[in-house]
T-cell receptor
Framework: EDQVTQSPEALRLQEGESSSLNCSYT??????LFWYRQDPGKGPEFLFT???AGEEKEKERLKATLTKKESFLHITAPKPEDSATYLC???????????FGKGMKLTVNP | EAQVTQNPRYLITVTGKKLTVTCSQN?????MSWYRQDPGLGLRQIYY???????DKGDVPEGYKVSRKEKRNFPLILESPSPNQTSLYFC???????????????FGPGTRLTVT
């Protein structure tokens, strides 16, 4: 069964305390892994797409990496405005379906 | 401004009363999709559409209908809503892409539906 698992479910950091979020997947034929940010009461906002193992993308304090079994979202020196729920999703080979993980709620305290 | 719009944003209804949630995008995207988001379950795909007149089931299609008569619109229809369809619903769109190129999806602001 195709699965996407995010860990931890929730994470509290102090401002400036770097950390990483994990998204592991067991899918047949990955055709793209996506990271989204979701603020309370809003729709998910696209952050990154990764297509192949070894690929990396960066945006401000965020860096996403991909291996054959998992992806990491590294947050360097986070600020309170980085507080949000971060979602990971994979698009399956041979299908146009998008499968999401359950999300990871990040809280950054000042 | 490029966007996905949904209406209504909030809806409270009763069991069995047919309703439609509209979704429209102004980006000329071929691909559109509906999701529901529930605590502890995350986002789950209901239906998606690759283009006009082409729709397919996602992971949780039971109790829902969709249609794609125009490229920009993708309404979600609940013929006989039940309390277990109380949820937060999102519409999304993207370019279709070919082969391994699967572009990111852009999400609407969400519709919070309560069925009593």
């Amino acid at each position: 069964e195709d699965q996407v698992t995010q860990s931890p479910e929730a994470l509290r950091l102090q401002e400036g305390e770097s950390s990483s979020l994990n998204c592991s997947y067991t899918v047949s034929g990955l055709r793209g892994l996506f990271w989204y940010r979701q603020d309370p009461g809003k729709g998910p906002e696209f952050l990154f797409t990764l297509y192949s193992a070894g690929e990396e993308k960066e945006k401000e304090r965020l860096k996403a990496t991909l291996t054959k079994k998992e992806s990491f979202l590294h947050i360097t020196a986070p600020k309170p405005e980085d507080s949000a729920t971060y979602l990971c999703a994979v698009r399956l080979g041979g299908s146009e379906k998008l499968v999401f993980g359950k999300g990871m709620k990040l809280t950054v305290n000042p | 401004e490029a966007q996905v719009t949904q209406n209504p944003r909030y809806l409270i209804t009763v069991t069995g009363k047919k309703l439609t949630v509209t979704c429209s995008q102004n980006m000329n995207h071929e691909y559109m999709s509906w999701y529901r988001q529930d605590p502890g379950l995350g986002l789950r795909q209901i239906y998606y559409s690759m283009n006009v007149e082409v729709t397919d089931k996602g992971d949780v299609p039971e109790g829902y209908k969709v249609s794609r008569k125009e490229k920009r619109n993708f309404p979600l229809i609940l013929e006989s809503p039940s309390p277990n369809q109380t949820s937060l619903y999102f519409c999304a769109s993207s370019l279709s892409g070919g082969g391994n190129f699967k572009p990111e999806q852009y999400f609407g602001p969400g519709t919070r539906l309560t069925v009593t």
